[in-house]
């Protein structure tokens, strides 16, 4: 009978429930889509009841399949920035609004002119319309229903928790995105709920992402087929487990995450924030940290571009020729804020751009520009975490971009480091088991997880195109620059 930890990973896109044995190897895994609705403009939102129903099924999937294994624990990662109206009764009086929610966009400039500062140093949050900071702070100020009635406020992971508990708890990191967590004391923050407009009774206990998670729903475990005497332990956010689950725990290693939107990442001891304000600071365990911050432009800007150029083939197909152009893309610069941005300018408004092309340009020097465009934006998020934590020593990558070899090759000569590709993509639901190993006492520290991870590729750099690549840094870095005096 082998030992089996599974992961629950509530994501933007799909919720999954992953079995690993002890080594990370997956056994077994299930996932539902999530479908994500727009209301009105700049209102972006999902169902809490049809997440829950999700988990519930995939955790179910895969329970079925476990009857013959010793399944230890439940962990669970949750994207950020999440908020749902509760009443008394822990019914959702409200849809979910998601990280990429930006009805608050105004309140946000506002803030950011007045006071925002303050609000970041202590909390470690950018201000920006994607933190439960300021999704509290638009419903109070436009009378939102939901809002006045409300009891509690919970992200996804703490209303499933209560909806199979009872209980409200939310372990340090959720805390942190919300933009409410002082990081100093890892307590809630008085002026942050003053803004917010809410008190302390209306939000969760604040626990480390060990916890197990006591008195499940009889009926619950039941009706999913839960190993008697199987743990469910809290975990924390996706951002901090995939960092975990890739192996990227200790200072100097750096997780790049490179999906539809992206994020560059690294654990630190202790909680620093970035004088410039250019990236986040979320709070891990009482005495570990991750710093960095989230692009809304990955993979999303090469979808983009094949939308608008109207290209029917393939997505391999639309990067053909791309490796042909050399570096630079023969003068194409893309800034690809084309959604808005994250860091490093944390502006809704910001605008994506083109520079620099003439009647030779094809199909190809486009791509090349654009592939280009997203790793430069990682490069720029990356220097500011050097200035708190140094130059990276390692650098790993999971999501979609990283199947693109091109993609990688460029990444690899952008950063002059050698890039470590892992052999699995459920980075965030490893990182939640292994949390579940660590609070079960069966794993004797998160910094073990670096004997169960698989390096399957290094890439190398082009230490030449890097040379290349660090003199069209400097005219990306112009032409960022003037887009920001029109933001």
Not at 103 to 129: C, F, N, Q, V, W
Not at 269 to 297: M, R
């Amino acid at each position: 009978m082998r030992e089996i930890v599974i992961g629950l990973d509530i994501g933007t896109t799909s919720v999954k429930a992953v079995a690993f044995d002890m080594q990370g190897k997956v056994v077994d895994e299930a996932e539902e889509m999530i479908e994500t609705l727009y209301p009105e403009e700049g209102h972006v939102e999902q169902n809490p009841e049809d997440i829950t129903d999700k988990s519930q099924k995939v955790l179910k999937a895969v329970f079925s399949t476990m009857q013959n294994e010793n399944v230890l624990a439940v962990g669970i990662s949750c994207a950020m920035h999440s908020l749902i109206c509760v009443d008394e009764n822990g019914q959702a009086l409200s849809n979910m609004s998601i990280w990429s929610d930006g009805r608050s966009t105004e309140i946000a400039r506002k803030l950011s002119a007045y006071g925002g500062k303050d609000i970041y140093t202590k909390t470690g949050t950018p201000i920006h319309p994607m933190t439960p900071l300021l999704k509290l702070m638009w419903m109070k100020e436009n009378r939102y229903d939901a809002y006045y009635k409300a009891s509690y406020f919970m992200s996804m992971k703490e209303y499933l928790l209560y909806k199979w508990s009872q209980k409200r708890l939310i372990d340090y990191s959720m805390a942190s995105a919300t933009g409410l967590l002082n990081v100093k004391n890892l307590d809630w923050d008085t002026d942050a709920m003053l803004l917010a407009g809410v008190k302390r009774d209306q939000l969760s206990a604040i626990v480390p992402p060990t916890t197990a998670v006591e008195g499940l729903d009889l009926e619950v475990t039941k009706a999913l087929g839960w190993p008697e005497n199987c743990p469910l332990v809290i975990g924390a956010a996706d951002g901090q487990l995939a960092n975990l689950g890739n192996g990227a725990i200790e200072p100097g290693e750096v997780a790049i995450t490179a999906g539809t939107s992206g994020a560059i990442r690294q654990m630190i001891t202790g909680q620093h924030v970035n004088p410039n304000q250019a990236t986040f600071s979320y709070a891990f365990t009482e005495d570990k940290s991750i710093i960095g911050g989230p692009t809304n432009n990955g993979g999303i800007a090469l979808q983009w571009l094949k939308d608008v150029m109207e290209f029917q083939g393939s997505h391999d197909d639309f990067l053909k020729g791309a490796e042909e152009v050399g570096v630079g893309a023969d003068g194409i610069l893309f800034i690809p804020y084309i959604n808005g941005e994250r860091a490093p300018v944390w502006n809704q408004d910001a605008k994506g751009s083109f520079y620099g092309l003439n009647i030779t340009h094809k199909r190809p020097h486009f791509v090349r520009a654009v592939l280009e465009g997203i790793v430069f934006n990682l490069y720029q998020i990356g220097q500011s975490l050097e200035e708190i934590a140094g130059a990276p020593k390692t650098i790993s990558v999971n999501g979609g971009l990283s199947k693109s070899p091109l993609w990688i090759q460029i990444l690899a000569d952008m950063f002059g480091k050698e890039i470590q590709l892992a052999d699995t993509h459920h980075g965030a639901a490893w990182g939640a088991g292994w949390t579940a190993l660590v609070g079960i006492q069966k794993a004797p520290s998160f910094e073990a997880i670096k004997e169960s991870i698989i390096v399957d590729q290094v890439i190398k750099p082009n230490m030449d195109n890097h040379k290349k690549y660090q003199e069209k840094f400097e005219r990306y870095q112009k032409f960022q620059n003037d887009i920001g005096k029109y933001f």
